[in-house]
Each structure stands twice: as structure tokens, then as C-alpha cells.
């Protein structure tokens, strides 16, 4: 049983491969294969582009160059309370600056008290969950996370560390067993069947709220639940007598908390099973409030001083030198993080939108790109405003289409082919039900690809 749900696991945390089945294409970029000049920036989720293709999550070592990911911003020690969403950015706006937003949002976080709430809906714009990822990077450091998680056949919260190469470290937790926290780690995503290990939590982890912590340093790595030291994996411990390294976590990680439908019917079956089966669209919490939710209330970074030999020249970005991915190609820098345009790359930062003509009028249609400027976001590329042109064009593909990949859930009105509705509305004094949204099967798809990274 537990080679099964080795398995399985790996399933999810294969993201290449699972996307390449989901939207009908092979990977553009990764596993040795390096995107063109044209479109530099190889997105976690394998495909090329520019924007927020080289923001967060831009694999360097199977884009054009290592200097085509923009520079990552450094660790930021903090406690982000979630008593309300201001710290909080859509992927389609947010352009690298850390000092203006601290998450970067997919699908759709809603507040509720002081929580946030990742939803996962059966419809709209959170049809396959909702995605939070830091805007400063780890490197080292003491993460909590004081949350609860969801409940419910095929449903799947996670708390997260991903870093641009791949090595992860994680906190996830299976809606039909709410007595159990997963933990696992990969170093550049290689399958290792076994990392996992389940952790006992005491109470319901829906019911009740916990705080799980991951402590990463340089030689030792703790998961922790409520202040109990519950599974600890030494550096040492991980020597890799094939490739004569340590696979052991890293490379500076963004943190990431998503809620996502494991149990989708595209899916595999050890995937599906792992989750409990598939999602329940009928079950009491999508009755009630329209979705499944957890609720994340707060989470503290302690970042850990640099690692001893890091090669230092400054202060506010974290760069590869090599394409090793190991722990000694990273440097720290002054270089800039923030790009001008959706349209800028890390060798390009001041690319900007093209200017409207002095001819054009309110109801001109906005010059478009022809590149990719967010993952999941096809056909035009941003017009004067940084959105899609309103040529009339069909700027969606059905989920099985020949689309891009990746965590986009636009916020703003006819990004993506969503279209905001009303604004939310509360449930018997409740928690909010989730926006009317118009969307169609890429909606979906484009979800399911920011998530099943995890």
C-alpha cells in the first residue's frame, strides 16, 4: 500500500508530464530541451514565453539562458496575517515588484473573517482550486502556517515549498483523511519513491486550526505540527551514490499554499485513488457556500541567515550561475526583480507595451502580441493596457485543445475569457459565495495547470 501511494504521489508531483496529458501537447521546454530566443522563459509547467513566464517559478536551466528568468527577490522575514486580501496579486498584474504585493494569486482567494480561503468550485474561475505563491523566495528559513485544511473525496490542500529547479518541500493533506499530514521532499524534482511520510495530526485537521511548520537549513530539515517535532531528514542522509550528490533541498523556494481537485476525472486512477476518489460536487460544503475551501489565517517566514561560501555581491536577488541547480550555483545581487511590461524577459526588463496611435478611439481593439505573456493565457498577447486585444477573436481553447499551460486566474474583466460578475455575496451570514463568473472549459484548464505542479 504504501509503494501505491508512492505512486500516486509521484503522479502529482510529476507536473510535466501531467500537464502534457492535459492539454493535449508535449511539453515545450524541460528535461533538456531549452526554449527560443523568441520566447526565453521556460514556466514551471513547461512552456515558453515572456512576462510572467520569467517571473516566479522560471525554470532557468531549460530556458534560453540562465539570465532569462528575471532575478528572484530575496528572503523576507515576516508574519502575513490574512485578515484581508491587500497583499494579494493577481499573476495577470503582477510585474516582479515583492515591496507592492507578498502573494501571487491563481484561481480564486476570498476573505472570510480573518482567513483567507482557497475555493475550489465545480464552476468559475476556482473550477480547479486556487493557488498562493510568495513573492520573495527562501533560502533557508522556518515557514509556518496556521490553517485548515479541506475535506472531501478527491479534494487535496497544500502548504509548500517549490523552488525554480525543482526541489520541494511539503505539507499536503487528502480531504478523506483529516487525521493525517503528508510529508515529502524531491531535489530538482527527481521521483524518489521514498520520501514520503505521514505524519499524525490529533485532531481534525478541518475542524481545527493547526500550525505546521517547515524548518530548512542547510544541513537539517524538521516538519512540525502544534510545536511537535514530527519527522526530521538530515542532509547527510540524502547522498546519491549514482550522481555523487546530495539530493536534498537547495535552491531558493517561493512558498505556496493551493487547494486543488485531485480527484478530476482526467486524472490518472493512482492519482484519483491517492485523493480518496473523485471530487463530490454534491457534498454538504459545496451545497452550502457553492465550493470546497480551506482557510489559511496566518503565515510566519524566519529567514536563515546566508549559507555559509554563498557567492554574495549584494543584497536584493537571488541569480544562477551554473546550470548545475545546485546549492553553489546561486549567487545574491543588487540586480533588479521587477519588470516594466508583461512583455519584458530577465534580458529585457524595460520592454513596455506598444503605445496606442494618436487615431485610435475608445473602441479601437488594442494592438495585441503574438507571445505568451502568462502561462494559460492563448492567443493575444497584451495590448496598450497589458490585456488581450477585443479583436472579437476566440482567445480560448477547450481543455483538451492544443493550449499553454499554467497557473493563470485572471481578476480583471475579459482577460482570459473570464468576465467578472456581481460581487460577493454572503450565504446564510456565512462564509462568501464565490463570484458569478462567466468561463469557459479553458477556465479549467488553465487552473489545473498552476495546480497540479503540486
Given at each position: 500500500?504504501s509503494?501505491?501511494?508512492?505512486?500516486?504521489t509521484?503522479?502529482l508531483?510529476?507536473?510535466?508530464?501531467?500537464?502534457a496529458?492535459?492539454a493535449g501537447?508535449?511539453s515545450e521546454c524541460?528535461?533538456g530541451?531549452?526554449?527560443?530566443?523568441?520566447?526565453?522563459?521556460?514556466s514551471q509547467y513547461g512552456q515558453c514565453?515572456?512576462?510572467?513566464?520569467c517571473l516566479?517559478?522560471c525554470d532557468?536551466?531549460?530556458s534560453?539562458?540562465?539570465n532569462?528568468?528575471?532575478?528572484?527577490?530575496?528572503?523576507n522575514?515576516g508574519?502575513?496575517?490574512f485578515d484581508?486580501?491587500?497583499g494579494?496579486q493577481?499573476?495577470t498584474?503582477?510585474?516582479?515588484?515583492a515591496?507592492?504585493?507578498?502573494?501571487?494569486?491563481s484561481?480564486q482567494?476570498?476573505?472570510f473573517?480573518?482567513?483567507?480561503?482557497?475555493t475550489l468550485?465545480?464552476t468559475g474561475?476556482?473550477s480547479f482550486?486556487?493557488l498562493?505563491?510568495?513573492?520573495?523566495?527562501?533560502?533557508y528559513?522556518?515557514?509556518s502556517?496556521?490553517m485548515?485544511s479541506s475535506?472531501?473525496k478527491?479534494?487535496?490542500?497544500a502548504?509548500i515549498?517549490m523552488s525554480?529547479?525543482?526541489d520541494?518541500?511539503d505539507?499536503?493533506?487528502?480531504g478523506?483523511d483529516?487525521?493525517?499530514?503528508?510529508?515529502n521532499?524531491y531535489?530538482?524534482?527527481i521521483?524518489?519513491?521514498?520520501n514520503?511520510?505521514n505524519l499524525?495530526v490529533?485532531s481534525?485537521?478541518?475542524?481545527?486550526y493547526?500550525?505546521?511548520?517547515?524548518?530548512?537549513t542547510?544541513?537539517?530539515?524538521t516538519?512540525?505540527v502544534?510545536?511537535?517535532?514530527?519527522?526530521t531528514l538530515?542532509r547527510s542522509e540524502?547522498?546519491n551514490?549514482?550522481?555523487?550528490q546530495y539530493h536534498?533541498p537547495?535552491?531558493p523556494a517561493?512558498?505556496?499554499?493551493?487547494?486543488?481537485?485531485a480527484g478530476?476525472?482526467k486524472?490518472?486512477?493512482?492519482?484519483?485513488a491517492w485523493?480518496?476518489?473523485?471530487?463530490?460536487?454534491n457534498?454538504?460544503?459545496v451545497?452550502?457556500?457553492?465550493?470546497y475551501?480551506?482557510m489559511i489565517?496566518d503565515?510566519n517566514?524566519?529567514c536563515y541567515p546566508t549559507p555559509?561560501?554563498?557567492?554574495?555581491t549584494g543584497d536584493?536577488a537571488y541569480?544562477?550561475t551554473a546550470?548545475?541547480?545546485?546549492n553553489?550555483?546561486?549567487?545574491?545581487?543588487?540586480?533588479d526583480?521587477v519588470?516594466?511590461?508583461?512583455l519584458g524577459t530577465g534580458t529585457n526588463?524595460?520592454?513596455?507595451?506598444p503605445?496606442a496611435k494618436?487615431s485610435?478611439?475608445?473602441?479601437?481593439?488594442?494592438?495585441?502580441s503574438?507571445?505568451?505573456?502568462v502561462?494559460?493565457l492563448?492567443?493575444?498577447?497584451?495590448?496598450t493596457?497589458g490585456?488581450?486585444g477585443?479583436?472579437?477573436?476566440?482567445?480560448?481553447?477547450?481543455?483538451?485543445?492544443?493550449s499553454?499551460?499554467?497557473?493563470?486566474?485572471?481578476t480583471?474583466?475579459?482577460v482570459?475569457?473570464?468576465?467578472?460578475?456581481t460581487?460577493?455575496?454572503?450565504s446564510?451570514g456565512s462564509?462568501?459565495?464565490e463570484?458569478?463568473?462567466?468561463?469557459?472549459m479553458?477556465?479549467?484548464?488553465?487552473?489545473v495547470m498552476?495546480?497540479?505542479?503540486?
Amino acid at each position: 500500500m504504501s509503494r501505491i501511494l508512492a505512486v500516486a504521489t509521484l503522479a502529482l508531483l510529476s507536473a510535466s508530464s501531467v500537464l502534457a496529458q492535459q492539454a493535449g501537447k508535449s511539453s515545450e521546454c524541460g528535461e533538456g530541451k531549452s526554449c527560443p530566443s523568441s520566447k526565453p522563459c521556460c514556466s514551471q509547467y513547461g512552456q515558453c514565453g515572456v512576462g510572467a513566464f520569467c517571473l516566479g517559478g522560471c525554470d532557468p536551466l531549460n530556458s534560453f539562458s540562465l539570465n532569462s528568468c528575471v532575478p528572484a527577490p530575496v528572503c523576507n522575514s515576516g508574519d502575513y496575517k490574512f485578515d484581508n486580501l491587500d497583499g494579494i496579486q493577481s499573476n495577470t498584474e503582477y510585474l516582479g515588484d515583492a515591496s507592492k504585493a507578498n502573494w501571487v494569486s491563481s484561481g480564486q482567494p476570498e476573505q472570510f473573517e480573518d482567513n483567507v480561503l482557497l475555493t475550489l468550485s465545480e464552476t468559475g474561475k476556482s473550477s480547479f482550486g486556487t493557488l498562493l505563491a510568495s513573492t520573495s523566495y527562501v533560502w533557508y528559513g522556518k515557514i509556518s502556517a496556521r490553517m485548515k485544511s479541506s475535506r472531501g473525496k478527491g479534494v487535496v490542500t497544500a502548504f509548500i515549498l517549490m523552488s525554480d529547479v525543482k526541489d520541494e518541500i511539503d505539507f499536503e493533506f487528502v480531504g478523506t483523511d483529516l487525521q493525517t499530514a503528508q510529508s515529502n521532499f524531491y531535489f530538482q524534482g527527481i521521483p524518489d519513491y521514498d520520501n514520503g511520510k505521514n505524519l499524525t495530526v490529533k485532531s481534525s485537521t478541518f475542524d481545527d486550526y493547526h500550525t505546521y511548520v517547515i524548518d530548512w537549513t542547510p544541513t537539517q530539515l524538521t516538519w512540525s505540527v502544534d510545536n511537535t517535532v514530527l519527522r526530521t531528514l538530515k542532509r547527510s542522509e540524502t547522498w546519491n551514490t549514482t550522481t555523487n550528490q546530495y539530493h536534498y533541498p537547495q535552491t531558493p523556494a517561493r512558498v505556496q499554499l493551493s487547494l486543488w481537485p485531485a480527484g478530476n476525472p482526467k486524472n490518472g486512477q493512482g492519482t484519483i485513488a491517492w485523493a480518496g476518489g473523485l471530487v463530490d460536487w454534491n457534498a454538504p460544503d459545496v451545497a452550502k457556500f457553492g465550493y470546497y475551501y480551506s482557510m489559511i489565517s496566518d503565515i510566519n517566514v524566519d529567514c536563515y541567515p546566508t549559507p555559509d561560501g554563498a557567492n554574495k555581491t549584494g543584497d536584493k536577488a537571488y541569480i544562477y550561475t551554473a546550470k548545475s541547480g545546485m546549492n553553489n550555483s546561486v549567487a545574491i545581487t543588487d540586480d533588479d526583480t521587477v519588470l516594466k511590461s508583461l512583455l519584458g524577459t530577465g534580458t529585457n526588463m524595460d520592454a513596455d507595451y506598444p503605445k496606442a496611435k494618436e487615431s485610435d478611439t475608445a473602441e479601437s481593439p488594442a494592438a495585441t502580441s503574438d507571445v505568451a505573456t502568462v502561462p494559460g493565457l492563448t492567443g493575444a498577447g497584451p495590448g496598450t493596457n497589458g490585456h488581450p486585444g477585443n479583436d472579437g477573436s476566440d482567445n480560448t481553447v477547450s481543455e483538451t485543445g492544443n493550449s499553454g499551460t499554467s497557473g493563470s486566474g485572471s481578476t480583471s474583466p475579459g482577460v482570459g475569457g473570464f468576465s467578472q460578475g456581481t460581487e460577493t455575496q454572503k450565504s446564510e451570514g456565512s462564509l462568501p459565495k464565490e463570484r458569478g463568473l462567466q468561463s469557459s472549459m479553458f477556465a479549467a484548464l488553465v487552473a489545473v495547470m498552476g495546480l497540479l505542479v503540486l
